[in-house]
């Protein structure tokens, strides 16, 4: 059918010109054609080079004004931008191709794949309410044709979507039935990236028998194929998980047969994302020198191909390394180094979501200016049809009422679909009105918190320094100001942490990525950590054994963390902490108890039941706005579970929430 309507299409544009022109064209187009499918095949290894080829192309036929080549070539160009993590420049170029493929009006399955790469290029900004709609676009296109590879693709680009917002249920049923559309096509290459991406959810899941299995069924698929780029993912993908599975000869292995087909392809970006999978492997098997280095150079690769999210994870586990060697110091640098370049990676994104908002409202803009054109346009030819109608004595009385007929008719439509228009503005208008005006009073009590408990820390850190610089001190003083110091700045950076979840909690910015893992690790991570800071003797007693729990790792992580450090603020000089955990109804319910001063059945009340904030709330032993504890209630309940109080002013308290057991999920 796609082959039928080309060249009906082709013929009608050849047959308006003379012979020998026809037949230059049919020449001319062939050749065109050819270039592209070319540059295709190795355009993953070398884009440069590709690049430069389809921009000739590209120029060529739009002075032939070969539509469906145009849409072709800006295609090919949107991927090298993407294959350069310039997303923004792939979601222009992609819109420049639908309004080619638009154009060529008989190719619908040429117009299905344009569709299907927006939807790529809008889920690389997150942006995933309009990746759908283009995928849905694109997936009726190819219902409508009863193309099922079409369905098959973009079923799985649907799965994508779900994997992406957390949804592992959906995504999972959206691979299955995008693996039985391929078998039907007989896609293989399609098989075998369905079947890549179904075993990493059953990795995800902590399914690494059944994740391998997926996995070999993938490379099996490809044996007779090449495909590079998915040879070097799929041997990746095995690595990690027999990582997992402390099979770490064969880890190894597997990662180093990945590296050497990508530096064959000089793929820097895999390169980088492999060497940071053999880092973790030596560091596993005490092997940190060797581990140090191939982190190094996964750094450098990452700066070159500028793949922040490579180089975030490089610096994590440099500070795991330092953090098993008990090189603390080491172990704090690259901390804060992950973190100052997730917060830019995080920064990135949102300039690039903000810049994907204004290509949308500029699109939006143009597409009111083009109804304006047509409207007038409309007007033109109505007004033609009026003078021919004067022209026609004999149907003159006839005509004319016709059209005044029409035109009352027409009027009256207009102006209920004006007044329709304007209801549904006005209607937006005042939603608008009413989010504006909540996010500025988030704003607001956002400022009022950040000035007030800033305030004390930062004053009190200012004199320590000056005592520092007076230079009167002992040594033993200046170690104790040191101290002090990195005391002050973990409780500030603490409450920046706080404050800074809080504002996205409020902003709906939070997503959950949920996982199988034991809480005996994070709780030991914890521990570690209070003991690491706190100026107090801490007397810590955890009993966790065997608690696996199904939710978001970092969320939970946050809990933990909130909840023993009120717990060590508010018990005085000798915190006695006891942290343990127990299965019930499918949940695994935590409680960390301290001896502190207690809580007050009202502020109790506050922490569970209100969602605003308050200026401030005093207890005898210090001060707070209760920010840590909502936090810890909202990233509970997002994951399926509760929190609640047992508490007594004098009689210390008992802080208890639940989470989803793994046993039960899967």
Known sequence: MRLVNYFLALIFSILCMPAGLAFQAMEDHGELLDQLEETNNYIDEFPDSAQTRVIQVLQESRELKYYDLEAKALSQLALIENIDG???????????????????????????????????????????????????????????????????????????????????????????????????????????????????????????????????????????????VLEVDIYTKIALSTLHQEHYEESEGLFQKALGIAEKMENEERQATILNGLATLYMFTDRNTLAENTIWKSIDLSANSRKKEIECESYRILYLIAKKKNDFATALKYYERFHTVKDSLQQVMS???????????????????????????????????????????LMIFMIILVVLLVLVYGSGRK??????????????????????????????????????????????????????????????ETKKLVSTIGRRTEQTQRLLDNLLEWALIQMEKITVSRSKFSLKEVVEDNIDLVQETSDKPLKINASVNGSVVYADKNMVDLVLRNLLSNAIKY??????????????????????????????KEYQDYILKEKKLINKHETPESKGTGLGLKISREFIERNGGSLWIESEPGKGSKFSFSLPSAETKY
């Open 571 to 600: 018990s005085g000089d000798n915190p006695r902490i006891k942290i343990s955990a127990e299965s019930e109804n499918g949940h695994v319910n935590v409680h960390v108890l301290d001896n502190g001063v207690g809580i007050s």
């Open 86 to 228: 310039n997303y923004m420049g792939a979601l222009r170029l992609d819109l420049l191709a639908l309004t080619a493929a638009q154009s060529f009006q008989t190719d619908s399955l040429l117009l299905q794949k344009v569709y299907n790469n927006i939807g790529d290029d809008y889920l690389e900004v997150r942006n995933y309410d309009k990746a759908y709609e283009n995928f849905l676009n694109a997936y009726q296109i190819s219902e409508i044709n009863q193309d099922t590879f079409g369905m098959a693709v973009t079923t799985f680009n649907f799965g994508l979507v779900h994997k992406e917002l957390g949804q592992m249920d959906e995504a999972m049923d959206k691979y299955q039935e995008s693996l039985k559309l391929s078998e039907e096509s007989r896609d293989y290459p399609g098989i075998a990236y369905v079947n890549k991406e179904i075993g990493f959810l059953h990795f995800m899941s902590g399914d690494y028998e059944k994740a391998n299995s997926y996995y070999d069924a993938a490379m099996s698929g490809i044996d007779s194929l090449s495909i590079p």
């Open 351 to 393: 300039r690039v979501q903000l810049s994907s908002l204004k290509l949308q409202h500029e699109l939006d803009v143009k597409d009111l200016e083009i109804t304006s054109l047509n409207t007038r346009e409309a007007t033109r030819l109505e007004q033609m049809q009026k003078e021919e109608v004067l022209r026609n004595i």
């Open 415 to 476: 102006r209920r679909k004006v007044n329709n228009e304007l209801r549904l503005k006005k209607a937006e208008i005042e939603r608008q009105k009413d989010e504006l005006a909540e996010l500025n009073k988030v704003k607001d009590k956002f400022f009022s918190i950040l000035a007030h408990d800033l305030r004390s820390p930062i004053r009190s850190l200012s004199g320590v320094l000056k005592l520092l610089d007076s230079n009167d001190l002992s040594e033993a």
